[in-house]
């Protein structure tokens, strides 16, 4: 294994285990919380930016592991929601 396949290997790793324990049970939170029509907090904002933010800095790794696509595809979609929901509740409550 190259040098910087181990690394991806490493990253990936560290990256899946944060999703598993922190951004998953968060964000499907999330969902919940604006699913019964709350608004996101700035708290919550603070995190979608994270993640968003994050996101589009992991794009190379993405690129050179196409195997992570699908799983990206999902969590986008996720994150969406959230975020479309929100905005609906704010103006609802606005």
């Keep these: 294994m190259s040098d910087s396949a ?4 490493g990253t990936i790793q560290v990256l899946l285990q944060q999703l598993n324990d ?5 964000a499907l939170d999330l969902k919940k919380k604006v699913d019964r029509g709350e608004k996101l907090d700035s708290y919550d904002i603070d995190f979608l930016e994270t993640v968003l933010a994050d996101a589009t800095g992991a794009q190379g790794m993405i690129t050179r592991h196409p195997e992570l696509k699908p799983l990206v595809g999902k969590l986008m979609s996720l994150y969406s929601e959230i975020t479309t929901k929100g905005l609906e509740n704010e103006q609802k409550k606005g």
């Design 6 to 9: 181990a690394k991806d290997a």
């Design 22 to 26: 922190i951004r998953l049970p968060m």
